[in-house]
């Protein structure tokens, strides 16, 4: 058979051929090796949870020791409204609970704290006591000696004085010459407000100003 007869010949299974062949091909490689079987996760321990929870974390450098306890604040002064204390020292003459023990007569005035030893009370009045400050109170109104008297004792108090004198006057230049500031002062210092700092008081011999002033014996400070 000639050339040109063998080319238009018709060959069906030439194109077969040519369509088998890449499977052929495909079906002889060897099959991929299969994946390995996946693991189940392993459970974490305390430890490792520890690490993952405290990872970065710094420790803290060790203190002198633990806290004490804040120190108490000191307490507070009581708060003195002066009507408060006029109706006190009213209850006090009335119910016979004054603070303190008085005796006096048109010279001279003393008192001094229950149970106070008469022995100290006698030095006071000798003018024993070394006086460690005065306060003059001529030309004062009452409010105005009251207020000055009442500053006069605390602070020489909190400085650790333990006798001073108060200059009250005869009263020679007040109305009717009565000793309005020599009365008036028996009077608050027989109080609690002046007594928290009084031990005793009593007039003064002639070369502090006799009739005119009183020694006060202090409290000593913080008591």
Not at 100 to 117: A, H, N, R, Y
Not at 163 to 168: F, N, R, S
Not at 198 to 204: D, H, K, P, Q, Y
Request: glycine share 8%.
């Amino acid at each position: 058979m000639s050339r040109k007869h063998r080319e238009g010949f018709n060959t069906p299974f030439q194109r077969l051929h040519e369509q088998l062949a890449p499977r052929e091909q495909a079906a002889a490689a060897p099959a991929p090796a299969p994946a390995p079987p996946k693991l189940p996760p392993r459970e974490s321990s305390d430890d490792d949870l520890w690490a993952t929870a405290t990872s970065g974390v710094a420790p803290l450098e060790r203190g002198a020791g633990l806290a004490g306890p804040p120190r108490p604040a000191p307490a507070a002064e009581p708060f003195w409204h002066p009507d408060l204390d006029a109706i006190r020292e009213l209850e006090a003459l009335v119910s016979g609970e004054a603070p303190f023990d008085l005796s006096d007569s048109d010279e001279f005035i003393e008192g001094w704290v229950p149970g106070l030893d008469p022995g100290i009370v006698r030095r006071l009045r000798r003018g024993e006591y070394a006086v460690q400050g005065h306060i003059d109170l001529h030309g004062m109104t009452k409010d105005e000696a009251k207020a000055a008297v009442d500053a006069f004792l605390r602070a020489a108090r909190q400085a650790g004085k333990r006798c001073v004198l108060l200059v009250h006057g005869r009263g020679r230049h007040s109305k009717d010459q009565m000793p309005i500031l020599k009365d008036a002062l028996k009077n608050w210092l027989a109080t609690a407000r002046f007594g928290r700092h009084v031990l005793a008081f009593a007039t003064a011999r002639p070369t502090d100003g006799g009739a005119g002033a009183l020694y006060v014996l202090l409290r000593r400070a913080g008591r």
